[in-house]
């Protein structure tokens, strides 16, 4: 049985990419009932672009905010969740569905993404969250496997039953990202599962977080600092900095992540990461430390 889906995406500035993700959409085995565009400020075609598409595919909805002047994970959140309330009213006015995807607009996939996914979480009720295997350009330009946890299901294309998004009450806006990790982490500490598949992938035309950031060092302190607030704690963190250490750039990315998470220690926790949130999610990782399991990923 195939289950109806909608789409959100928070959009700024994606002239480069969006066309390929919206086509990506537009050539699916079956489209969505509805897919949202939350632009905030683009400065760019983008918005062009999306409504160009508008004209041809009525299910294709445009919202336009300002919510201040400049690209953010925390924007990207405020913009999801206007959309999540654009999506109540147009359930309350009979749309019906049953998953809900939030799509990043640098993303591709193939035609059967969606219907895979569906088939997947229909098979098992307690799936909250699925994602596929996120494939990535390396800072050579070629696309390479993001290795995850199984048990995750992160990045730019989460898949959820709506009663699961419905319990979380969509993202919550993080300064330095990680919205769709503490999701997740929400979602398990409500009892539902999150399933990476690993016969389904998805391909990322950027590297994580780089858009509008002039410099690895800024890229990887980001990232470090973002895992230290959702509350990773310090002897896995010490095994991902000894694994980055292997990764490009090499030293430099290991050493400015390394910084990043140490320099949290000394930040203002976001008060949108409960304590409960930071417990669980440390809970979690020191079930899953194992040297061999550890390194052998």
Known sequence: MINSYVL???????????ESTIKSVLKQTFLPKKWIFCINNSTDNTENIIKKYQKEFDFIKVLSFIFDRKRSFCNKSKAIYESY????????????????????????????????????????????????????????????????HLNMAEGGAQFFRKECFYEIDSYRPLVY???????????????????????????????????????VYKVYTKIGIKDNFLGMHPLYAFLKFIKNLKKIPYVIGALSWFFGYISGFLRKKDTFISKSARKFFCKEQLQRISFLRFFRR
Do not use: P
């Open 85 to 148: 309330l654009l999506l109540k009213k147009f359930e309350h006015s009979g749309l019906i569905f049953d998953f809900i995807g939030i799509l990043d607009t640098d993303i591709t996939f193939n035609e059967s993404f969606y219907e895979m996914l569906i088939n997947k979480m229909n098979k098992d009720q307690k799936i909250g969250i699925a994602a596929g295997q996120h494939i990535e350009k390396d800072y050579k330009g070629k696309f390479k496997l993001i290795k995850q």
């Open 8 to 18: 959100i995406s928070a959009v700024c500035n994606e002239e480069k990419y969006i």
């Open 177 to 215: 990202g990680g919205e769709d990790t503490l999701a997740g982490i929400m979602a398990r500490m409500s009892g539902w599962k999150t399933v990476t598949f690993t016969d389904i992938n998805y391909y990322h035309h950027r590297i994580m977080g780089t858009q509008d950031i002039s410099s």
